[in-house]
């Protein structure tokens, strides 16, 4: 079983900067796919940026060059920079840790982040 703990959410103004956490229960980044996915009121759930066990990343379209996904293996943490926000950056941001083969799939209890503008 993986628990994730995503931290670092809040309030932000138009243009600025957030850091997310996410403290994961183990050493799993040797095999697990890491994600952050958002979800804004009232649609889906949409992936933002995946990292993966061999170092590959993805970014939606819409945060491509704005976002950065990185890994601390020592602290069994994975981070989502986040620059330049939008207000359409607002949503609850959630942690996906994603096991490539056997179909794990383990979610944080996600974090709000507001943009104002």
């Known amino acids: 079983q993986v628990q994730l703990l995503e931290s670092g959410g809040g309030l932000v103004q138009a243009g600025g900067s957030l850091r997310l956490s996410c403290a994961a229960s183990?050493?799993?980044?040797?095999?697990?796919?890491m994600g952050w996915y958002r979800q804004a009121p009232g649609k889906q759930r949409e992936l933002v940026a995946t990292?993966?066990?061999?170092?590959?990343?993805n970014y939606a379209d819409s945060v491509k060059d704005r976002f950065t996904i990185s890994i601390d293996n020592a602290k069994n943490t994975v981070y989502l920079q986040m620059n330049s926000l939008k207000s359409e950056d607002t949503a609850v941001y959630y942690c996906?840790?994603?096991?490539?083969?056997?179909?794990?799939?383990?979610w944080g209890q996600g974090t709000q982040v507001t943009v104002s503008s």
């Open positions: 996906n840790a994603a096991h490539p083969w056997i179909g794990q799939n383990y």
């Open positions: 990292l993966t066990a061999r170092s590959t990343t």
């Open positions: 183990g050493n799993i980044f040797s095999v697990y796919t």
